[in-house]
Every structure is written in C-alpha cells, then in structure tokens.
C-alpha cells in the first residue's frame, strides 16, 4: 500500500505508472498545533505592516516570481515582504532577483522561523502568500489558515484540494496577476476578514484527530476481518 497525502499526488503516481489504483490510499496531513504568538510587535523582523511567505528557497518554491510580482506592487503599497525559510538550492537564483529589485530594501529574509517566531508572524501579517508552482500538499498554506492568517496561493492542484474556496487563487506563472491580488488584498480589510474566517472552517477539517482516524482505517482495512 502506498499512503500519500492528496488526491493530486494519487493521480500522479498512477500517471506515472508507480502503483495501481487499488494500491494508494489518501490520507490527509495535519497542521502542526502553534504555541501562542508573542504579543510584542517588537519581535517582529518589521515595524509597519507585512507580506508573508514560509518556503526554503527552493524552485519549485516560486520565489523569483514572488519578488518580481512584490516589486510591481510595491509603489501601491506600504508593505514589506517578509519571506521565511532555510537557504537551498534556489538561493543564488532568489538572491539575484532580490539585488535587481527596486524594492530590495522591503524585502527581507528572516532564515528559518521556530514555531514561536512563526505563530507571530502569521498572527501579524496582513497576508500569507503561497507562490509554488508545486506541491504535494500544501503544508504551509493549511499553517496560515489554521492560523487565522488570509491566503493569496497559486492555482495548483494541492493547493485547490488543501485551500478550496477559503483562499484566494492565482496563476502560477502570471506576474501581473499575482501583483494585482496582492495590492488587491491588501486594501481590502472586509475580503482579508472574509478569507480568515473561511480558512479557520476548513483548517479544521486538517485535524491530528482526522488523520488519527483515517490512518487507523487504513490499519484496519489492511488488518482484515
């Protein structure tokens, strides 16, 4: 039996020829349990309002996209991009389209987040963006929601089956687009509210106790009569 966390990801391994249908099942992750955020704005990485994106720099992570798109948005805003996450093997690329930016100076790299610094950051950032152009499931963008963090994603297949309507989606590949949600988002307090609330509901369908349950199922079934 092969275990994998999305019906996206099912798909692909029968494409791919990995396993028969009657061999995978699906069992959804979970988003890990944060501790309380610290009440200090002080601890944040910045003073005014900010973006937010959790990936290590990795090109399936879409970063380059990201930082073209804040720069677009930037002369509409007055936010910063706070981007979190381990160095890797898209680093240089990453870097790079940071030093070309007109908005180098608001975009700022913080390394890896512990779960204290992470729990604050969501609980102040205006936004979490998803930018990947490919993901298994989506762990980061069901972190944000449980979080009671707003959502901007790209149009993915893990991100579609994890976020449903409770995100806000956009083209992968499309700059432009993906500048103007941010701007658009960002002015709008009533659609940010809207998707915080639509993502707490479905953050809870992703519970430890829902994969227990699926996952001893799974047991079962395999266990026999």
């Known amino acids: 039996i092969l275990m994998v ?13 990995l396993a028969d249908v009657d061999r995978i099942r699906v069992v ?5 349990s944060m501790p309380s955020a610290r009440s200090e704005r002080d601890s944040l990485p910045v003073k005014g309002p900010f973006l937010l994106c959790v990936a290590t720099h990795e090109r399936r992570k879409n970063l380059p996209l990201l930082v073209r798109a804040f720069q677009r948005a930037a002369d509409e805003l007055p936010h910063h991009l706070v981007i979190a996450g381990g160095t890797g093997p898209d680093s240089e690329a990453v870097l790079a389209t ?16 512990d ?8 609980d102040n950032a205006d936004l979490a963006v998803c930018p990947s152009c490919y993901e298994g499931f989506g762990l980061t963008l069901l972190e944000a929601m449980a979080s009671g963090c707003p959502v901007l994603a ?13 995100v806000r989606l956009v ?12 701007v658009d988002l960002a002015r ?4 940010r509210r809207q998707l915080r609330d639509l993502g707490l509901e479905r953050s809870r369908r992703f519970s430890t106790g829902e994969t227990r349950r699926q996952f001893g199922d799974l047991l079962s079934s395999l266990s026999g009569p």
């Open 28 to 32: 959804p992750w979970f988003a890990r």
């Open 98 to 113: 940071v030093q070309s930016n007109g908005a180098s100076d608001r975009i700022h790299f913080i390394g890896h987040a």
């Open 188 to 191: 709008d307090d009533l659609a």
């Open 171 to 182: 083209p992968p590949d499309d700059e432009q687009a993906i500048s103007a949600e941010l």
């Open 154 to 166: 790209t149009d993915i297949a893990a991100h579609r089956e994890v976020g449903g309507d409770a």
């Open 115 to 122: 779960p204290v610094q992470l729990a604050t950051l969501y």
């Open 5 to 17: 966390p999305t019906e996206s990801v099912a798909r692909e391994v029968l494409d791919l020829g």
